[in-house]
């Protein structure tokens, strides 16, 4: 496999969401080096991104009680402003100019896993977007204090039911365990002495703020992770961050989610280093630059919404655009994920689990309805004859296999089919 090609595919499908038509033959002339450089390249402005308007998403108040006038109108609002969240955050996807802004808001919405699902407001959902977002690239601890205010975290993981008397330690064991140590850098003991300190939060959920009460709230020192303080939420937050697991673990994170979910992270990588000042951009910046991303044995699936959104971006569709967002959103649904229903604490599986019989079928089926949609204006302006060697160019892909190429040519007379074959091969949905 051509070594360029195969970089600079994972630069595209990764650290990015795909390429538009011409994209790819552009950072192909361009080369490695500099294609690497403009994805990590913030710009100053995203023009595609500015093209989204941002959804309106206003505090709808306290839930009514059941069977009173007020509940309908109350759920329908909940229900339109949940589906317009989830619909913009796909458009700023598909249409965003720097791919890695948007990708690393989606990473990171997986690592601080939190569901609509139980959250139930959309407001304290978009609140934390919004957060996620400010610190994709910046400051981990920064975004970690952030996170211990947010919310919808807090209620996802109980935190407004914590008090003095009775501190409840789901918090404070994610907090360690998913979210910023990782799994046995901690003990039993340093979970209780954390949860006393993340006691009194109060929430006023709808409105999405947080408060700390102090009649609600253990002031007493305690002992974590061997040294003890008075602790505050956020300079227990600065004091976990700045413990050398946590680069370890933000590393492993990264790795992955970017290069390898079945590969164990090597020891050596340098993005642990790179992530010392816990500033986030320079370890994705060598992630990006690490031997892995050529080495073919690095494959990694795209997840439903990464494959969805890379589609939209070759097909040049727009999610709101399509023809029925709740038929949309009940395709994603059918593959297993939606923005910001994530299935629990952990965040969205990956490898394997993305490639069942019944998901084929569903991707198959999603697969047919986009197309229907697009008039298929790059594919089309390929010549026939040179159509199954330059559609890898359309759609990023580093290389058919023998496989996929036969079954391409057996479609060339049908532009749609042809599109199916191509957005549902194995080479289009694992990114080699």
């Not at 590969?263 to 910046?285: D, H, Q, W």
Request: proline fraction near 6%; include cysteine.
């Amino acid at each position: 496999m051509n070594a360029k090609r195969l970089e600079i595919a994972r630069l595209s499908h990764r650290f990015a969401f795909g390429p538009r038509p011409g994209e790819f033959a552009a950072a192909l002339a361009a080369g490695v080096s500099a294609t690497r450089q403009k994805v990590l390249t913030v710009p100053a402005t995203d023009a595609g991104a500015a093209l989204v308007a941002n959804p309106v998403i206003t505090d709808l108040g306290v839930r009514p009680k059941p069977n009173t006038p007020e509940i309908i109108p109350f759920v329908t609002g909940m229900r339109n402003q949940t589906e317009q969240l989830t619909i913009w955050w796909l458009d700023r996807m598909a249409m965003s100019d720097h791919g890695l802004s948007e990708r690393m808001a989606w990473f990171w919405h997986g690592h601080w896993a939190t569901s609509i699902t139980k959250v139930d407001h959309p407001l304290a959902m978009y609140k934390q977007n919004q957060v996620l977002r400010q610190y994709a690239l910046g400051n981990f601890a920064a975004m970690s204090r952030a996170m211990v205010n947010d919310a919808a975290l807090q209620y996802w993981l109980d935190g407004q039911t914590s008090t003095a008397k009775a501190p409840n330690e789901n918090l404070a064991r994610e907090l360690m365990e998913l979210f910023i140590l990782g799994v046995n850098r901690y003990t039993e003991d340093d979970v209780k002495a954390l949860a006393r300190v993340l006691t009194g939060y109060q929430l006023s959920l709808n409105a999405a703020t947080v408060l700390v009460n102090p009649k609600r709230r253990d002031m007493g020192a305690v002992i974590l992770l061997g040294q003890s303080s008075t602790f505050t939420a956020e300079s227990a937050s600065d004091y976990l961050v700045a413990k050398a697991d946590c680069a370890t673990f933000i590393a492993e994170r990264l790795w992955y989610r970017f290069i390898s979910s079945t590969e164990e992270m090597p020891k050596n990588l340098s993005a642990v280093g790179a992530f010392a000042s816990r500033e986030v951009a320079p370890a994705v910046a060598s992630l990006a630059q690490d031997g892995a991303m050529s080495n073919p044995k690095y494959s990694m699936v795209k997840s439903p919404v990464e494959w969805f959104i890379s589609a939209c971006r070759a097909l040049e569709l727009t999610p709101s655009k399509l023809i029925d967002s709740k038929q949309l959103i009940n395709h994603l649904n059918k593959l297993g994920q939606i923005p910001f229903y994530p299935p629990n604490v952990g965040g969205w599986p990956a490898a394997e689990a993305w490639l069942s019989s019944a998901s084929a079928q569903y991707r198959i089926a999603f697969a047919s309805w986009l197309i229907k949609q697009s008039p298929l204006r790059a594919l089309n302006e390929i010549p026939v004859d040179r159509r199954v060697l330059a559609s890898a160019d359309w759609l990023g892909v580093a290389q058919w296999s023998p496989r996929t190429q036969a079954a391409l040519r057996n479609a060339l007379g049908d532009p749609q089919e042809f599109t199916l074959l191509a957005l549902c091969s194995p080479e289009y949905v694992v990114s080699a």
